[in-house]
């Protein structure tokens, strides 16, 4: 008996040449998994490896939608490698890896998005940077200091011994008032008016209570324009998953994508984010981290 394999643009095609038959079996080279795209002044985009161990690395392919077309930024040779970053012009942009081996490639995956423009602000604990826990408060700071604390230290002591902020699922939405169930940050009143036009994005760190696997979560950021005795939500967008922890034991990292807008907030109003959990698309209670170097989560501008 002989065996010979030859390599095919879908995946490697092995043959037994037995006495009375061939026999054939075809193997795919599996995707990368999870991939996420943060944007800002550059981009970073991030994936799980390959469960394919023979795969050589991966090629790293950006278009300017969903759909593509996509064209190849990086070839990275190195399967345990699972990052990539860049410096692309202002605007927003879509991401796709593939797994390769020589002449074999994997599909794409599903693509991800950043957006890459002007840093609005950061999301803060209060007081900042943190030195230790602290009882939650209603309204945080949304600053342009880039967050230097090295510890994520427990932000709601009042209500659980975990690190971070824990949020309760809301039946309400941005509606939702009870500050056990959302969490806003705010800028100071601006000391003269500001537009923006185009997209713009929010960059959070996430996980299910307990970091529980498999379980569906689904969290929605609001832009809104805050002023003395009035506020309107500018724009908001929803991140929804089956699986939000996707097999990661830590907090994950997304970047909300909010539809694109022109707006002028005026001298004396204020920007603020407002993050809700909600009831209906999450199994659990949510927790949040930010205000540390390793989760700098903030606003990103158009």
Do not use: C
Not at 78 to 88: A, G, K, V
Not at 138 to 150: G, K, S, Y
Request: charge should be neutral.
């Amino acid at each position: 008996m002989s065996v010979a394999w030859r390599m095919g643009s879908g995946g490697a095609v092995f043959s037994d040449r037995g006495a009375q038959a061939y026999q054939f079996a075809a193997d795919t080279l599996d995707a990368p998994t999870n991939v996420r795209a943060t944007g800002g002044t550059s981009v970073t985009v991030t994936w799980t490896a390959t469960a394919d161990t023979y795969a050589t690395g991966y090629r790293v392919l950006r278009g300017t939608s969903a759909t593509g077309p996509f064209t190849q930024v990086a070839q990275i040779p190195s399967r345990t490698t699972t990052t990539y970053s860049e410096n692309p012009s202002s605007g927003q942009w879509w991401y796709v890896v593939r797994s390769y081996r020589q002449n074999w490639v994997s599909a794409d995956t599903t693509p991800a998005s950043a957006v890459v423009g002007l840093t609005v602000g950061y999301l803060q604990n209060d007081p900042y940077p943190s030195t230790g826990n602290t009882s939650s408060h209603a309204m945080l700071p949304l600053t342009l200091t880039a967050p230097t604390a090295t510890t994520l230290y427990n932000y709601d002591a009042d209500r659980d011994t975990f690190a971070g902020l824990r949020l309760l699922r809301s039946t309400k939405g941005i509606a939702e008032t009870d500050t056990t169930r959302m969490q806003i940050w705010r800028t100071e009143a601006l000391g003269t008016g500001l537009t923006f036009s185009g997209f713009g994005q929010v960059v959070l760190w996430s996980a299910t209570e307990g970091f529980a696997q498999g379980v569906a979560g689904s969290v929605t950021v609001a832009i809104r324009d805050v002023w003395a005795g009035g506020a309107t939500t500018v724009t908001s967008t929803t991140i929804s998953r089956a699986n939000w922890q996707g097999g990661a034991t830590g907090f994950v990292s997304d970047t909300f994508v909010l539809p694109s807008f022109t707006h002028t907030f005026a001298a004396g109003h204020a920007i603020e984010v407002k993050v809700v959990v909600n009831s209906t698309g999450s199994g659990d209670d949510m927790w949040l981290a930010y205000g540390t170097a390793a989760y700098p989560a903030k606003v990103i501008g158009p």
